[in-house]
């Protein structure tokens, strides 16, 4: 009877809580901030905060980090390229007044979680690295409406605008920006556009009132001259088929931040040509020079935004984008860096927006000591013997090799998404390192393998495999060391 009556208790201090919450929620809300798919909480007038992302006060941004970043930037200035970093800001220190009391309660302080956003940029500035405070611009500019989608983790256009206003401020400021071919934009308002969310769709199952649609005024931007907009049509991700993408901006999915799963809405109009590109010594004129090139996230590749627009609209010059929706913080980088489009012609400005809770170092060293490779490139050949099915080569490493030292493989087709490394040393013993794309990347079948976590002595061979047959111009070089390379 005793047991009887505690259940019976617990039922009803459950059911209490539960009509609190509902009744705390202006959409009859309950169970958002234990929810296993996505922890949010509610604020005020359907501004929806997600636990970890948003309300988050630290961010992981390591010394490691910073080192790699300004040795990016150094390479790319090598190759006649400005690398401009811009960290998209959270959802909960851009638009605080829409954030509720508990928030507070559960420990979120706005001072602190918008220095630690601002120490970032410093200790990225300080180093050599250029910036954006897209936070800054949000702020200032967005007092009293909604940047940020209610429902979403994505800015709206009127956000994006802001962002790329900011983004125009920091190019026309570089030395290199006068110099440029300037082309003039125009934007146009093409309605008011009603996008879908994953986020809003988990949130829909935890309230019974409906929630807010993420509407936002949809914009095209054309160059004025022609009235040709200034990107679209299909794009060719290398899946090696006939397939094209459509970029239209009907039932678009918008990336939460919870996979690299969603589609990726490219605006870049061709495939790209893989190649081992020109000298990088070789001086260019900068009128002659694509402006800029965008690579980021969904944040860059959400049409109904139009980010990539406002950049032109404001900056005055031609911006092709490359940013990959759903292919995670390196996805569209390192696409970009390693297709012929870079190689063959390295654009005046790189900007590369990630979110700045999107950890750069989550997966080590690795995914940075790639782009710098293939900036900086790798000359030195090594012979491999090719297996009679193609799917593997074998090759007897050149001696003194270490961990700052990085192999380059060329498969020579753009159909390969995967290569596993398999390592010996003298004494026999192994060690299997892979690299893998993801199904959102443009494949160009080229990798670059640290030889780091091996052994002190170096490998004495590798064995490659691979899950289709190399291409008739497949090669393995050595890249030249990265000593100033943090390892996190």
């Given at each position: 009877?005793?047991?009887?009556?505690?259940?019976?208790?617990?039922?009803?201090?459950?059911?209490?809580?539960?009509?609190?919450?509902?009744a705390d929620s202006a959409f009859g809300c309950s169970?958002?901030?234990?929810?296993?798919?996505?922890?949010?909480?509610?604020?005020?007038?359907?501004?929806?905060?997600?636990?970890?992302?948003?309300?988050?006060?630290?961010?992981?941004?390591?010394?490691?980090?910073?080192?790699?970043?300004?040795?990016?930037?150094?390479?790319?200035?090598?190759?006649?390229?400005?690398?401009?970093?811009?960290?998209?800001?959270?959802?909960?220190?851009?638009?605080?007044?829409?954030?509720?009391?508990?928030?507070?309660?559960?420990?979120?302080?706005?001072?602190?979680?918008?220095?630690?956003?601002?120490?970032?940029?410093?200790?990225?500035?300080?180093?050599?690295?250029?910036?954006?405070?897209?936070?800054?611009?949000?702020?200032?500019?967005?007092?009293?409406?909604?940047?940020?989608?209610?429902?979403?983790?994505?800015?709206?256009?009127?956000?994006?605008?802001?962002?790329?206003?900011?983004?125009?401020?920091?190019?026309?400021?570089?030395?290199?920006?006068?110099?440029?071919?300037?082309?003039?934009?125009?934007?146009?308002?093409?309605?008011?556009?009603?996008?879908?969310?994953?986020?809003?769709?988990?949130?829909?199952?935890?309230?019974?009132?409906?929630?807010?649609?993420?509407?936002?005024?949809?914009?095209?931007?054309?160059?004025?001259?022609?009235?040709?907009?200034?990107?679209?049509?299909?794009?060719?991700?290398?899946?090696?088929?006939?397939?094209?993408?459509?970029?239209?901006?009907?039932?678009?999915?918008?990336?939460?931040?919870?996979?690299?799963?969603?589609?990726?809405?490219g605006l870049d109009d061709t495939a790209l040509d893989?190649?081992?590109?020109?000298?990088?010594?070789?001086?260019?004129?900068?009128?002659?020079?694509?402006?800029?090139?965008?690579?980021?996230?969904?944040?860059?590749d959400l049409a109904v935004s139009n980010f990539p627009?406002?950049?032109?609209?404001?900056?005055?010059?031609?911006?092709?984008?490359?940013?990959?929706?759903?292919?995670?913080?390196?996805?569209?980088?390192?696409?970009?860096?390693?297709?012929?489009?870079?190689?063959?012609?390295?654009?005046?400005?790189?900007?590369?927006?990630?979110?700045?809770?999107?950890?750069?170092?989550?997966?080590?060293?690795?995914?940075?000591?790639?782009?710098?490779?293939?900036?900086?490139?790798?000359?030195?050949?090594?012979?491999?013997?090719?297996?009679?099915?193609?799917?593997?080569?074998?090759?007897?490493?050149?001696?003194?090799?270490?961990?700052?030292?990085?192999?380059?493989?060329?498969?020579?087709?753009?159909?390969?998404?995967?290569?596993?490394?398999?390592?010996?040393?003298?004494?026999?013993?192994?060690?299997?390192?892979?690299?893998?794309?993801?199904?959102?990347?443009?494949?160009?079948?080229?990798?670059?393998?640290?030889?780091?976590?091996?052994?002190?002595?170096?490998?004495?061979?590798?064995?490659?495999?691979?899950?289709?047959?190399?291409?008739?111009?497949?090669?393995?070089?050595?890249?030249?060391?990265?000593?100033?390379?943090?390892?996190?």
């Open positions: 009877m005793i047991g009887r009556l505690r259940i019976l208790a617990l039922t009803a201090l459950v059911g209490l809580s539960t009509t609190s919450a509902m169970g958002l901030e234990t929810d296993a798919d996505l922890a949010t909480l509610e604020g005020h007038d359907g501004v929806f905060f997600r636990m970890v992302s948003d309300l988050r006060m630290d961010r992981p941004f390591s010394q490691a980090t910073v080192a790699n970043l300004a040795e990016l930037s150094r390479a790319l200035a090598e190759r006649g390229t400005t690398l401009v970093f811009a960290p998209v800001p959270t959802k909960a220190v851009t638009m605080p007044d829409w954030l509720p009391e508990r928030a507070r309660l559960m420990g979120f302080d706005l001072t602190v979680a918008t220095e630690v956003q601002r120490d970032i940029l410093r200790q990225l500035d300080a180093a050599g690295v250029i910036t954006v405070d897209l936070r800054a611009a949000m702020v200032q500019g967005g007092a009293g409406r909604h940047t940020f989608f209610g429902t979403d983790t994505h800015w709206n256009a009127f956000g994006a605008e802001l962002g790329a206003m900011a983004v125009a401020e920091v190019l026309k400021a570089q030395p290199i920006y006068d110099s440029l071919t300037k082309t003039t934009h125009e934007t146009v308002e093409m309605g008011e556009k009603t996008a879908f969310s994953g986020m809003r769709r988990i949130l829909q199952r935890r309230c019974i009132e409906t929630l807010p649609e993420p509407v936002t005024m949809t914009y095209e931007t054309r160059v004025a001259s022609t009235g040709a907009a200034m990107a679209g049509g299909t794009l060719d991700i290398g899946l090696n088929d006939e397939t094209l993408l459509d970029i239209g901006l009907e039932d678009e999915p918008l990336d939460i931040g919870l996979d690299d799963t969603l589609l990726d809405i893989i190649g081992l590109g020109a000298d990088a010594g070789v001086a260019r004129d900068p009128a002659s020079q694509l402006p800029v090139a965008l690579v980021g996230t969904s944040f860059t627009g406002f950049v032109a609209q404001h900056a005055g010059v031609e911006v092709v984008n490359y940013a990959i929706t759903g292919g995670g913080q390196y996805g569209a980088i390192t696409s970009y860096l390693t297709s012929d489009d870079f190689q063959t012609a390295p654009p005046a400005f790189l900007v590369w927006e990630n979110p700045i809770y999107a950890n750069l170092a989550q997966n080590g060293s690795g995914p940075m000591r790639e782009l710098i490779a293939a900036v900086r490139g790798c000359a030195q050949p090594v012979d491999i013997t090719i297996g009679d099915d193609r799917a593997r080569l074998t090759a007897t490493l050149p001696p003194d090799l270490g961990p700052d030292h990085t192999l380059f493989l060329d498969t020579g087709t753009g159909a390969m998404a995967k290569a596993t490394f398999r390592f010996a040393n003298a004494a026999g013993r192994n060690r299997t390192k892979t690299i893998e794309r993801g199904e959102r990347l443009r494949l160009n079948g080229r990798f670059y393998m640290p030889l780091t976590g091996l052994w002190p002595g170096g490998a004495q061979s590798v064995e490659i495999d691979l899950p289709l047959p190399l291409g008739q111009a497949a090669t393995l070089s050595v890249c030249a060391p990265e000593p100033s390379l943090q390892k996190d």
